[in-house]
């Protein structure tokens, strides 16, 4: 008989969750989430003293948080990083990225570069280097941050597209081979989401007009807004789960 359903399939109660790129903006609220879901979060970057920040933040919500020293720019650094922990990640949240508007025929090689190995270099060195441990471990969870130019051109944005269309790609390929490892990999698309990143647009009125005009719900997201979508993937509920992406975008892509 099959068991009755429970929501403790939700919690990540003992769970270890490594977020890159999670000092600030959406990598800071999927960490303070998660922790509240029950994990225990390492918080990533390059700066020890905002780690430390952020985990301290995190600790006076009650929460469980160490902070590690990472540069997903620095692949040879991983293994190394990784052994410093206690234990291994259960979870890892590929988040660390950066984006650079620019007209597409005036992007030079140094840009090219720079967005494709923090966002797509990175991310896939960092799943593998979690992979192994995780296979070693019984299996565990990662999930890319995707983005809607995965799926849809952004003047400007060719560097930053090419890197979240290819994250998507990655994903359904590390799904497939992964998961006789038992390691699940999926993907979440955050829509229109004020970061430090992209903090220049909404300062212009008449775009968040008009971008506000194509979102069915008829508004920005809310970093929170995240949370659940990573917390699911990243726990029991989602055991069949792999090899999909989760748009969070107020319903932009079906109205498109």
Same mark, same amino acid.
């Given at each position: 008989?099959?068991?009755? *359903? ?8 003992? =769970? ?13 609220? +999927? ?5 509240? !879901? ?7 970057? =390059? ?37 410093? +922990? ?23 090689? !140094? +840009? %090219? ?9 990175? @991310? *896939?060195?960092?799943?593998? @280097?979690?992979? =192994? ?24 944005? @060719? ?15 590390? $799904?497939?081979? %992964? ?19 992209? $903090?220049? *647009?909404?300062?212009?009125?008449? %775009? ?20 659940? @979508? ?7 509920? $989602? !055991? ?13 892509? $079906?109205?498109?």
């Amino acid at each position: 008989m099959t068991s009755p *359903f429970s929501l403790q399939r939700f919690s990540l109660q003992g =769970r270890r969750v490594l977020i890159t790129g999670s000092s600030r903006g959406i990598g800071q609220a +999927l960490a303070t989430g998660m922790a509240q !879901a029950g994990a225990g979060v390492i918080v990533s970057g =390059r700066d020890i003293t905002t780690l430390n920040t952020v985990c301290a933040q995190i600790r006076q919500q009650g929460g469980d948080a160490t902070p590690l020293v990472l540069d997903v720019t620095q692949p040879a650094t991983f293994a190394d990083a990784f052994a410093s +922990l206690s234990a291994p990640p259960d979870v890892l949240v590929n988040n660390a990225g950066t984006e650079q508007l620019c007209p597409s025929m005036d992007v030079d090689e !140094a +840009l %090219w570069d720079s967005i494709l190995t923090t966002n797509l270099k990175g @991310a *896939f060195f960092c799943a593998q @280097a979690a992979a =192994r441990l995780m296979a070693e471990n019984g299996g565990g969870s990662i999930l890319n941050l995707c983005s809607l130019t995965s799926q849809v051109g952004v003047p400007g944005a @060719a560097a930053y597209g090419a890197s979240k269309s290819a994250m998507v790609g990655l994903t359904h390929t590390l $799904a497939t081979e %992964w998961a006789a490892k038992n390691i699940r990999v999926n993907g979440i698309g955050p829509g229109y989401f004020k970061t430090a990143l992209t $903090a220049e *647009f909404y300062d212009n009125a008449d %775009w968040c007009q008009q971008m506000q005009a194509k979102i069915p719900l008829g508004r920005f997201g809310e970093l929170d807004d995240l949370i659940g @979508a990573a917390v699911f993937l990243s726990s029991s509920a $989602a !055991a069949y789960i792999t090899g999909q992406v989760l748009y969070v975008d107020g319903g932009y892509l $079906a109205g498109i």
